[in-house]
């Protein structure tokens, strides 16, 4: 075998980087075998449209391996060369028991010995092993439970259905339903609201692929033919669609994005990035949160390098505003000497240049949503590690987030629900790690984890804002002080005092005026606010954990502050969003 250039394997590293498309498969067992054939292609041409589609993600299948659909979906991943990942909805050798057929459990087998990875589902909540040993109410709850699972870590959904509601839990009419509605009757909750039953958001998506079943009445519903197609949403008006909704492109072009992104700065990112364990620490951890940690230290480099790429552009916005205002002021007070208008158009000219390029390049946008996603990762990794649950079974720590801002920061909740699929799978009740989560996400008054870190950025903060308040008062002195001259001692005054006096006052305003809206612009006082809430939110939460020796109330204490956190990162992206400084108001400033 010849070795690789490191060209190759700098491309094959990079590669390595590419973040899932998940799409998941329901679809009924007992497929028409005429059918067959015309399903597999349809399925084909699916995964071949988003591989195209989707260059700079890894296409990956989620299937049981359930007789009919599941097992035709995974054949088709396998012959493609795509990524299969098998969640058992129980242990093996109880669900390959249910299959009728040996040739359905000959396909298992071969299909379970190709997947990428392969893992068993806890028992649902109320379930005993020996409840779900036998058809019944409990085995039914562990197929509704593997439904709702993939549903929340998934893209698309991959219907092979006929169209028909089912009152069967788990059936495949279910999962649709849930896919759609959040709701699955048998399963969830029936008095919980959750904001997923009345938004439009990127977790509705499904590939419906008409089929008949092989049983009496076994037709498709009205109005639908087998091996017919469409994109299905919960859009009341077009809820079929031959292209996939505009909202949906939108949002798998930021996911997209995020991943070009990572593949490009893959080297870099493995050199420089913050993980949030150590080697040392990592043989403690539950299996899973590794996948979260990856993609929190793509996320956070990423956001370091645009946030970089965003002060560098405030920064020299801002002197080159100064630069203006000082020509302008100049051209004032120093009659007849034109160039000083001249510098003044290309101090504007290289300011909107500037501009232009960083909002071409979306550095703002990528810095904000890279932020949001580090962050969100940051409460996902701790919560999985520190074994932290919803209330509802059917909800994991994605669903909520940034539910209510705009709609194409779902792409954030897209990312997160691949980096939680492993780890969702089985939750971690270890002492050990909630002792790890008390101690590196929380911290202390000395300086570590969270309490330590908005402790630090508070005072920087604080600190930048003394310095804006102070130039404030220099520039009132110096104004005054001048106007004092021209008042008292102004007639007496050399002829040519009188432009350097006026030029010193309107730097001295001018500086200030600038430093208040790079101040703005950094959001400086609200982030004071907000950096001195969270420090008071996290002593808060400290306290209580310190004054508990219950793990499970320690667990949902840990639930609150995540849940703020989440809410605060909503309350940030928002609050920043409208601080990009334009052209117009470079040009305000600089006149």
Partial sequence: MSELSPKEHDSQAGRAYAVPLVVAVTGHRDLVQDEVPGIRERVRILFTELQSDNPDRQLQVL????????????????????????????????????????????????????????????????????????????????????GVYLCAHCHILLAIWDGKDTDELGGTGQVVKFHRDDVMPGYTPALVATRQMLVEDESDLVYHVVCSRDRPGGEPADGLDPLDWSWFTKDREHPRKRLMPGRNRLI????????????????????????????????????????????????????????????????????LAFLMGLMFILYTEVRGVSYYMFAFLVFFLVSAAVQFRAKRQGWHRKYLDYRA??????????????????????????????????????????????????????????????????????GDEAGNGQLGYFAAKSADKTKRNHLTELLGRLSLYTSVTVVAIFVTVGASLPGDWSSPLMVAMGAMLLVYGIRQGYGYATAEKDLIKQYEFMQRLFKSARRRLDDTNDPQEQRLILKALGDSALDEHADWILMHRDRVIDQSEVWRMGS
Wanted: proline content about 4%; some cysteine.
């Fill in 63 to 146: 299937s049981a391996l359930a007789e009919g659909a599941d097992q035709l979906v995974a054949e088709v991943a396998v012959e493609m060369g795509i990524s299969l990942v098998v969640p058992l909805p129980m242990q093996k050798s109880v669900y390959r028991d249910d299959f009728e057929s040996d040739e359905a459990k000959l396909r298992f087998d071969a299909m379970y010995d190709s997947a990428a990875h392969c893992y068993e589902l806890p028992l649902a909540r109320g379930n005993t092993f020996e409840g779900i040993a036998y058809p019944g109410e409990q085995r039914a709850r562990q197929y509704a439970q593997l």
């Fill in 252 to 319: 798998f072009a930021r996911s997209s994005e995020f991943s070009r992104d990572a593949m490009r700065h893959a080297k870099s990112i493995e050199a420089e990035k913050y993980p949030l364990y150590t080697a040392e620490q990592a043989a403690g951890l539950p299996p899973g949160v590794e996948d979260i940690n990856r993609l929190f230290c793509i996320a956070d480099w990423l956001a370091i390098r645009f946030q970089n790429k965003v002060l560098l552009t405030l920064r020299v916005t801002h002197v």
């Fill in 373 to 442: 996603l580090a962050e969100g990762l940051r409460v996902q990794f701790f919560w999985a590690v520190a074994g932290v649950g919803n209330e509802s079974d059917s909800k994991y720590t994605h669903d909520d987030f940034l539910q209510t801002q705009d709609p194409e920061l779902g792409w954030v909740r897209n990312i997160m629900r691949v980096a939680g699929m492993h780890c969702d799978a089985a939750k971690n009740s270890s002492d050990a790690g909630l002792q790890f989560v008390l101690r590196e996400w929380i």
